[in-house]
């Protein structure tokens, strides 16, 4: 069956049966109906780990092995890659002085976080209980210092300035292999909640 789209928009009457619509270097044109990740989350496929309410973490200054902020561990052997699609930042302190927020990754054949307290986390369809295959810590020890790959802004001063609070929508672009740990870190020490939301999709 030949598949073909027309270039140029399109007037229709509801139960017409119309061409697709292209633009004119034939890529398809497509528009959102529902939400974005609505589907994902009606099925049951995407999960929310965060800081207790009112519970943040003080990083220290730097990239760290027993304080990020927040941690997601792909457990090995777990079957699915875990496709993060948004973090959030809430700076609940001033720090000391400017602070990079930053997602640090340990490798694939580094052990697993260690002494590790779990994060709150629920199904991103509220009220079932379905719980994921990947792990949310709010407090780990990793195997080793992470490094740093994606760099999520910040503050530019020290005690003076006000809250602070950033959302990285990553929508894919980062996808976490089992055996593999991201989390979050800061230049400098600073009191952080975090939350981590992400897809769970078999290999």
Known sequence: MLN???????????????DLRSE???SLIITSG????????????VYIGANLGGT???????LSVTT?????YNPIGSGVFLVLQTVTLDITTSPAAAAGLMLAYNLQNAAAPATVTLAN??????????QPVGQCYRIATLAAAPLAFRFIGGTTGAAAIGGVQIIDHVD???IIRPGVAISVQ???AAAILASFSWEEVPI
């Not at 073909?4 to 119309?18: C, D, E, H, L, P």
């Open 186 to 188: 800061s230049t400098t």
């Open 68 to 72: 990020p902020a927040l941690t997601l």
């Open 172 to 174: 894919g672009e980062v």
């Open 121 to 130: 986390v629920t199904n991103g369809l509220i009220g079932i209980s379905s």
């Open 34 to 45: 529902h939400a974005k990740y609505m589907q994902t989350v009606l099925d049951g496929n």
């Open 4 to 18: 073909q789209a027309k270039v140029g928009k399109q007037v229709a009457s509801n139960g017409s049966v119309t």
């Open 24 to 26: 004119k270097t034939g």
């Open 56 to 62: 943040p973490v003080t990083t220290q200054a730097g």
